[in-house]
């Protein structure tokens, strides 16, 4: 990362993104959320959220294949943040399951 201003503005997007989403405009957090990653394409809160958003609009497929991304960089992150992913892969395996059919395949979905 570049430097404060930066992170000033990796903050204001994170924010942002998280309000869009909790608003229920989540191509609005998508946006948010990618304008996040350019800054820091690491940032392990901003792609968990990214992945609870994707699952949001119904992208259960593209979400866990971010979760398992990121479970696999996960040494290092905060033992909560590694926690919830699992949590979250095991929910989204558990709906894939009941509805296999569920819409999008990995790579389908263009962000």
């Not at 989403?21 to 350019?38: I, Y």
């Not at 926690?83 to 095991?90: H, N």
């Amino acid at each position: 990362m570049a430097g404060p201003a930066d992170r000033r503005l990796l903050e204001e997007h994170l924010r942002n993104g998280n309000a869009a989403h909790a608003a229920g405009r989540f191509d609005e957090a998508l946006a948010e959320f990618q304008a996040v990653l350019k800054i820091d394409p690491k940032h392990y809160a901003c792609r968990l959220a990214l992945a609870l958003t994707l699952e949001s609009k119904g992208f259960l497929r593209e979400a866990l294949q971010e979760c398992e991304v990121l479970l696999g960089e996960a040494s290092g992150q905060d033992s909560a943040l590694a926690q919830e992913t699992r949590e979250r892969i095991r929910r989204l395996k558990a709906r894939l399951t009941q509805a296999p059919g569920r819409k999008h395949d990995p790579g389908t979905m263009t962000m």
